[in-house]
């Protein structure tokens, strides 16, 4: 196989292993379940819940004329402002102290902002409000209380039933909660089917599309491979060109939820329960118009922990306890998280089946981003420049490899003119001769193939990495998005610099790299502007990869002008003796 055949299978095995991936995203994982160790048993599983039921968890709940207005209150600490409302009875909102809710574009001429990251913003239903049957969360209306380690929700229901939440602030954008449902009375009582609310992940501002939204959850074993992780998001109707159904409800899980999380590209809140839950519930909703330009309402994704019917004894209480994370998709903080509570929280992060590359890559740089001072897009040109010189060795053994096979082309020629009518010997002879001369016809293609996975992992890594939003680079006012200087007048087409750039020198490095010994010349053209295809694709990406993408090329081409003038030994003398057939040799 020539260097264009495995080029042609190596980018139609990637796709597949991209589309593999994908689709394990939106097709549910069903691990073993595990032992459930509640004080209270559960009569039965949840049944699956039809759409119709769905979309009306989905709605407002409440009943705001039965009682009193809604209350508000507010507890701060060092990283967020938590809101709490007494309708539901949870986390109205949290706003991250530290990060701006919208980050100023030159080419929109925005001015900045005093406003701050919001999580759950515009959502109808607060974090850890109760789902269910009326006659179990009534009119939706609870009791706030501040306390000295956080706040209290209390509500009395006929026929004796006490439900109460506790928050207590914590670290880390940590809130941990715990949850009962008291039997007062001197009879048992039939609890309907509960869903817990984890949140409502929702678009960071009406330039936010929603194509990273979605909800998450993970069954917390101790091998990362096997952890169950799923996805929901009804915005994505296509998977690249393909067409596909979004899901109007996503329901998994068999008694093995450890976390559940809903997020969009760069936040989540994370509900981490004690005992693992029973399964997570996800449907979309609608949210507040944010704009008087938009045509229609956003739409938000809404995740909750779901809990069995069950009986609760007279004078008994069934308790929970809920560890919930509010903040930045920040893998660092996200990793300390998974340690503490054995259940690999960083998997939020989803950076799939590559994510040791992309790991890699994040840690060293935010190390190189601490040590030095230098600004992330620095940071990504130092990193890339480590990278190509860590493959100098074997790029400059490739180079060598080719350069031996070009002085073979005129007897690979010969051979092939020899044998074109039994291409068993010519392939014989041909690999006879590269033994010969110590060369590989896979040795080109060889460096492309073992920094394919560090391109991915590139790729996978900018998607959600909190540390490159803002991050600014000459002309760039942040690396997480393409890198527009205007709108092109009369067919509002964005000008993206660093694309056209990264364009360029990928169709620079194409033209000044020699073609492989025997290629045809339609399949050397069609290598020579396949550039084109990869700025078509990335051409609205993020300016991180681009810039990284770019820097990557030119030193590529550098390379190629240091080594254009090695040297190699004179090919070998290979006497071409007659060959017997192989099917005659001696066994």
């Not at 406003?115 to 913003?121: D, E, F, M, Q, R």
């Not at 809140?269 to 004690?274: D, H, I, T, Y």
């Given at each position: 196989m ?8 190596t980018?139609?095995?990637?796709l ?7 689709e394990q995203?939106y097709q549910?994982?069903?691990?073993p379940?595990?032992p459930s160790?509640?004080?209270?048993a559960p009569a039965a599983?949840?049944a699956p819940l039809?759409p119709?039921?769905a979309?009306a968890l989905?709605t407002?709940?409440?009943d ?8 508000l209150?507010?507890l701060?600490?060092?990283e967020?402002?938590y ?5 539901g009875g949870g986390?109205?909102?949290v706003?991250l102290?530290h990060?701006?809710?919208?980050i100023?574009l030159?080419w929109k001429k925005?001015m900045a902002?005093n ?7 515009g959502?109808s239903?607060?974090v850890?409000a109760?789902l269910?049957?009326?006659g ?6 609870f009791t706030l209380?501040q306390?000295?380690?956080g ?5 009395n229901?006929?026929?004796g039933?006490r ?5 207590r ?6 809130l941990?909660?715990?949850?009962s449902?008291?039997?007062?009375s001197?009879?048992?009582i ?5 869903q817990?609310v ?10 936010d599309d ?5 909800a998450?959850?993970?069954?917390g074993?101790n091998?990362?491979q ?9 915005s994505t ?8 159904t979004p899901k109007t409800v996503?329901q998994?899980?068999?008694g093995?939820?450890a976390?559940?999380a809903?997020?969009?590209q760069?936040?989540t ?6 005992e693992?839950?029973q399964?997570?519930v996800a449907?979309?909703v ?5 704009t008087?330009?938009q045509?229609a ?7 909750a922990?779901l809990?069995?019917?069950q ?5 008994q209480?069934?308790?929970?306890n809920?560890?919930?994370y509010?903040g930045?998709?920040?893998y660092r903080?996200l990793?300390l998280i998974g ?8 998997l939020v992060m989803q950076?799939?089946?590559?994510g040791?590359?992309a790991k890699?890559?994040?840690l060293a740089m935010?190390w ?7 600004g992330?897009?620095?940071?990504i040109?130092?990193i890339?420049?480590?990278i190509?010189a860590?493959f100098?060795?074997?790029t400059?053994?490739s180079t ?6 070009q ?5 690979m020629a010969?051979l092939?003119e020899?044998y074109?009518?039994d291409?068993q ?5 041909q690999?006879?001769v590269?033994?010969k001369?110590?060369?590989?016809p ?6 492309m193939l073992?920094?394919?996975p560090?391109?991915?992992g590139?790729?996978t890594m900018i998607?959600s990495?909190?540390?490159l939003r803002?991050a600014?680079?000459?002309?760039v006012?942040d ?7 205007f709108?092109i007048?009369?067919?509002?087409f964005?000008?993206?610099?660093l694309?056209?750039?990264m364009?360029?020198s990928?169709?620079w490095?194409?033209?000044i790299?020699p073609?492989?010994?025997?290629m045809?010349?339609?399949?050397a053209?069609?290598?020579r ?7 078509v ?8 990869l ?7 090329n030119l030193l590529t081409?550098?390379q190629?002008k240091l ?9 070998a ?7 017997t057939p192989l099917?005659k040799?001696?066994?």
């Open positions: 020539d260097r264009t055949g495995i080029i042609v299978v980018l139609c095995a990637l597949l292993g991209a589309w593999f991936i994908q995203k549910a994982q069903r691990p379940p595990a160790t509640g004080t209270v599983a949840p039809a119709a039921a979309a989905a407002p709940w409440f705001p004329g039965a009682g009193a207005p809604e209350t209150i507010t701060t600490n060092a967020a402002r809101t709490f409302s007494s309708r986390l109205k909102s706003q102290s990060y701006p809710d919208t100023p030159r925005q902002t406003g701050y990251a919001l999580l759950n913003s959502a239903t607060p850890l109760l269910g049957d009326p179990l969360v009534g009119d939706g209306n209380t306390t000295r380690a706040l209290r929700a209390e509500k229901l006929p026929g039933l439900l109460l939440k506790e928050f602030l914590g670290s880390n954008y940590l941990t909660a715990t949850v449902l008291e039997n007062t001197h009879q048992p039939a609890l309907p089917a509960q817990w984890v949140g409502t992940a929702t678009p960071m501002g009406p330039d929603g194509l990273y939204l979605g998450l959850w993970c069954d074993t091998s990362p096997d952890c169950a992780v799923s996805y929901f998001s009804p109707t296509t998977f690249f060109v393909f067409p596909r996503y998994e899980g068999t093995n939820v976390w559940a809903v997020h969009n760069f936040f809140l994370m509900a981490m329960p004690q693992p839950a399964q997570l449907v979309p609608k949210l507040p118009v944010l008087a330009t045509s309402p956003p739409e938000g994704v809404q995740a922990l809990y069995p019917a009986t609760l004894p007279a004078g209480t069934l308790e929970r809920i560890t919930l509010a930045p998709k920040e903080t990793a340690d503490q509570f054995k259940n690999h929280a960083d950076f799939g089946f590559f040791f590359f890699g890559l994040l935010n190189l981003h601490d040590a030095t001072t230098l992330y897009g620095w940071v040109v130092l890339t420049v480590i190509k860590l100098w060795p074997l400059a053994a060598r490899s080719m350069k031996r096979m002085a073979l082309a005129p007897e010969a092939k020899k074109k009518d291409l010997k010519f392939t014989q002879k690999w006879e590269y033994k001369n110590k060369v590989s896979l040795s080109g293609c060889l460096p073992i920094q394919t560090i391109f991915i590139f790729f998607q990495a909190i540390e803002g600014h680079f000459l002309w006012s690396l997480s998005k393409p890198d527009t200087l709108i007048p009369g067919i509002d964005p000008f993206n610099l694309p056209l750039l364009g360029a990928m169709l490095q194409s033209l790299t073609a492989a010994p025997g045809d010349p339609a399949q053209k069609m290598m502007y396949l550039p084109l295809v990869f700025l694709f990335l051409y609205n990406y993020s300016a991180g681009a810039l990284y993408w770019t820097v990557n081409i550098l190629t080594t254009k003038n090695i040297t190699v030994p004179a090919p003398t290979v006497t071409v003796s007659p060959l099917s040799k001696k066994k």
